[in-house]
């Protein structure tokens, strides 16, 4: 077993290497001890393995006594939704979320908490010590929740007028969801490769990185639409274009939702973590709410939302969770939704929902590649060299250096084997000063390692 596949939130790997039958089956042994021989429900992506370790999974939670139901192919946000109304006492969701289609995994929920940290090493030492499962032909009860899940998103929305909307799901699984609500509602949907697939032959599944968008951002500006929604492959991240192809990025997705619940809720807590610009928590105090920086990571956050008492929140990867009017989990189309609200209530275009922000060089999330086994250890070399020469910094979750008019982030992704860097500054020599500042102590750091 490769240990290495149990991460900070979730577990994740190749699937033909690494996520063998023998692995699997023993991992829904363990989980299903966790569910104390209840309910365990199984959703997945559309990647191809997704049928595969679904089986191998539900083979080791009927072993260990369970009753197993298994929700299909769906989204992230769908199986989250079950979690809630069926209240199973284990939920597994199967998916490779925004890695290459040769990826997936599972994210994991007891009751309404999903599962992180320390409780996914505890599972990764339970499943070594877990004997082979022996059981070959589970029983399993097959149950959808679309239905319902789409009447509780249509019941809250009622749209005053008709957007022009592209959809690019980067054939992942949340598209036909997507075109099926919007157009239900009322909008005109433009759809871009909305149909699933998980080999996603025509670009990764990735809302972040803007050259995915490119196909979605020429849509929107041929077909005149008001405006462009990206998804990724589970439908849990959202990416948005305004009506001149531009992309908002995450941070500012969340100030113009921010905007719009604290007119509604004065003063509420709106959540963010290490990657989000500056402007993100100035114009949230400005607004009068309290803004809080967090670890990036969904896990981190839903707890954090609880903890806090937060009505919202949002990752720069497009995680967006809202706990006002809704469940408090990341849901991609969710969010569509109420940013379409905002947006059908503009006086102007959705660029004007954005104008208000004051403009500053960043960097979109910049991922190098980087060896697990390594990846963590450099960012703390990094660390230790940021304070040997009297930076200021933030190492709630890597390292965020602040520098005279900007700042500067290196973090070790959780979920990939890459680093993750980021930087903003008020122009762009600025901007490229700070990212050389941090990329000679990054390489001062692997000499010495």
Excluded at 142 to 170: H, N, T, W
Excluded at 303 to 328: P, T
Aim: hydrophobic share 40%.
């Amino acid at each position: 077993m490769n240990r290495e596949i149990f991460r900070k939130y979730d577990i994740r790997g190749l699937a033909s290497r690494d996520l063998d039958n023998d692995t699997v089956s023993k991992l829904g042994f363990v989980l299903g001890k966790i569910a104390e021989g209840g309910v365990f429900a199984i959703g997945r992506d559309c990647r191809p393995s997704g049928v595969r370790l679904t089986e191998q999974l539900a083979r080791g939670a009927v072993a260990s006594g369970c009753e197993v139901i298994d929700l299909g192919e769906q989204t992230t946000p769908m199986t989250y939704f079950a979690a809630y109304t069926l209240k199973p006492a284990v939920t597994v969701m199967i998916t490779g979320s925004h890695n290459p289609a040769g990826y997936n995994g599972f994210k994991i929920m007891k009751g309404t908490h999903t599962l992180w940290g320390q409780a996914i090493d505890n599972i990764r030492d339970n499943v070594e010590n877990t004997v082979a499962i022996t059981l070959e032909d589970p029983k399993i009860k097959k149950i959808s929740i679309r239905e319902d899940y789409m009447d509780r998103l249509r019941a809250e929305f009622a749209p005053p007028v008709s957007l022009k909307v592209a959809i690019d799901a980067g054939n992942g699984t949340g598209g036909n969801c997507a075109v099926d609500l919007l157009t239900q509602l009322g909008h005109r949907v433009v759809p871009l490769y909305c149909n699933p697939d998980g080999s996603f032959p025509n670009h990764h599944p990735d809302p972040t990185v803007v050259s995915n968008l490119k196909d979605l951002r020429d849509m929107v500006i041929n077909e005149k639409c008001d405006l462009g929604v990206a998804y990724d492959g589970d439908a849990d991240r959202i990416g948005i274009v305004d009506e001149k192809g531009d992309v908002i990025f995450g941070d500012r997705i969340l100030c113009v939702l921010a905007g719009a619940l604290l007119k509604e809720n004065p003063g509420a807590t709106i959540i963010s973590e290490v990657k989000a610009s500056s402007v993100f928590f100035s114009d949230v105090e400005a607004r009068g709410g309290r803004a809080l920086m967090l670890p990036t990571g969904h896990s981190i956050i839903k707890e954090g939302m609880l903890n806090e008492n937060a009505l919202l929140a949002g990752e720069m990867s497009g995680h967006i969770f809202f706990r006002d009017r809704y469940f408090g989990y990341d849901d991609a189309l969710y969010a569509t939704l109420r940013f379409l609200e905002i947006a059908e209530k503009a006086e102007g275009p959705v660029s004007s929902l954005t104008a208000h922000l004051p403009p500053v060089m960043a960097t979109p999330e910049i991922r190098e590649d980087c060896d697990d086994s390594l990846k963590f250890k450099l960012v703390k070399k990094v660390k230790n060299i940021l304070r040997e020469r009297n930076f200021e910094f933030n190492d709630i979750d890597g390292v965020r250096v602040e520098f005279e008019n900007g700042w500067g982030l290196l973090r070790a992704s959780n979920t990939q084997p890459v680093l993750v860097m980021r930087f903003e500054a008020e122009n762009a020599q600025q901007l490229e000063l700070y990212e050389k500042n941090m990329r000679d102590i990054l390489q001062t750091a692997r000499e010495e390692l």
